[in-house]
């Protein structure tokens, strides 16, 4: 299977160092430091359009107090772009489900074919309440199960009536269904999150963790899955950091790195701590707020979890090496890579035309929309990926 690969737009703000905020941070808990590029619509399509003329699929649009709303910053931005998909990340809790199946109707018939969803339940009860919102995590996974099963039944064209726990919904029905049906992204590893993702997911996806914990969720769920009777495809999301040569990348990491003020992660970590989220937790678990060890597979980094929420780990190296990481997680079966750098415009170009070309190279990966994989192409090939060809 070919590999997918989408960017990320930073709908917070951007900037040549790490910005704070991220899930279960509030945003400017760690400020940047300096260079801050305000998130309006100008940069976001710059970024955009970017994605797009490097031959990435989609952009993952996050959600959350910390940053704008996905649904109207992406709708603006499909506008501006031709054919980027957008990976609109949003919470079944702050909407109705029929509201939600015709909300992606309507994106759907504006910009066909380039809606993907990303379901995310919720793991902070704070943020939740913030919202209105004021179950519990456990409750929430349970009202995201009803919450999928109500709109993908509207999505096959169904009038639905029926009473959950935490839904109610009476002769719910659509005018119009949606062209294609967009798939649903999920991720959680907690246990209850990993029975939604078996019964509702088409991709379910993993903050980048080292390749044996990777491993494992895939097995896990992939188990979960069959006990269904269904099939699900795998994602990772990653921050990286490529450049021409090893050294030059890791000077970078040392440069962002040193951006973190001691007062910023010991704020960061204190409230992450608190978290209520699993993956967090793991996450957390990679570094345990130290500034040492930050290395903790060949080429993956933790150091961006220390001043940020949530996905917390970079790929970080020469470009054939990142090539050859991504590959390692792809024999393991992830098929679909969420990436993101500082700052995001300029590091999808270092990646896009550094490391999908490699890929290319590989018959890994074919640029979106048939544009060129750009220059590199021909670029040698890392021992160990062109060994498994």
Same mark, same amino acid.
């Given at each position: ?34 260079? =801050? ?8 399509? #710059?970024?955009?359009?970017? =994605? ?75 943020? #939740? ?43 719910? $029905? ?10 649903? /992204? ?12 078996? $019964? ?68 960061? #970590? ?58 390692? /997680? ?29 890929? =290319? ?29």
């Amino acid at each position: 299977m070919n590999l997918t690969f989408h960017w990320f737009l930073p709908t917070y703000g951007d900037s040549r160092h790490v910005i704070g905020g991220g899930h279960g941070v509030s945003a400017g808990t760690a400020g940047a430091a300096g260079g =801050a590029r305000p998130a309006d619509l100008g940069y976001l399509t #710059q970024i955009a359009r970017a =994605a797009e003329q490097l031959g990435f699929e989609g952009a993952l649009t996050p959600t959350g107090a910390w940053c704008e709303d996905a649904w109207l910053t992406t709708a603006m931005l499909s506008r501006e772009t031709e054919r980027l998909k957008f990976l609109v990340a949003f919470r079944p809790g702050f909407v109705s489900p029929t509201l939600a199946a015709q909300m992606a109707v309507t994106f759907q018939r504006h910009a066909p074919g380039r809606l993907l969803l990303n379901v995310v339940t919720g793991g902070e009860s704070h943020e #939740q309440r913030a919202y209105g919102d004021f179950l519990g995590k456990d409750a929430r996974y349970e009202r995201t199960g009803e919450f999928l099963g109500i709109v993908r039944a509207l999505w096959r064209g169904e009038t639905v009536t029926g009473r959950g726990r935490h839904l109610h919904v009476e002769e719910a $029905r659509l005018g119009r269904l949606p062209d294609p049906v967009p798939p649903i /992204y999920f991720g959680g590893s907690s246990a209850p999150a990993g029975e939604v993702a078996a $019964r509702h997911s088409d991709v379910y996806l993993t903050w980048g963790e080292p390749p044996a914990q990777v491993a494992e969720k895939i097995a896990w769920v992939r188990a979960l899955a069959a006990r269904e009777g269904r099939t699900v495809r795998f994602g990772i999301r990653l921050h990286v950091i490529a450049r021409d040569t090893a050294d030059q990348a890791w000077a970078e990491a040392a440069r962002l790195l040193d951006g973190f003020s001691a007062e910023a992660v010991t704020a960061v #970590q204190a409230g992450l701590a608190r978290s209520e989220s699993e993956g967090q937790r793991r996450m957390l678990a990679l570094h345990g707020g130290s500034r040492d060890g930050l290395e903790i597979a060949p080429n993956l980094w933790a150091g961006i979890g220390l001043v940020r929420g949530g996905a917390g780990t970079a790929l970080v190296g020469g470009h054939a090496e990142v090539a050859e990481r991504i590959v390692e /997680y792809h024999r393991l079966g992830v098929d679909e890579f969420i990436m993101s750098g500082h700052p995001h415009l300029e590091e999808a170009y270092w990646f896009g035309e550094g490391v999908l070309p490699r890929l =290319a190279a590989l018959g890994l990966w074919t640029p979106s929309g048939g544009g060129p994989p750009g220059d590199g192409a021909d670029a040698e090939v890392p021992f160990a990926a062109r060994a498994h060809r």
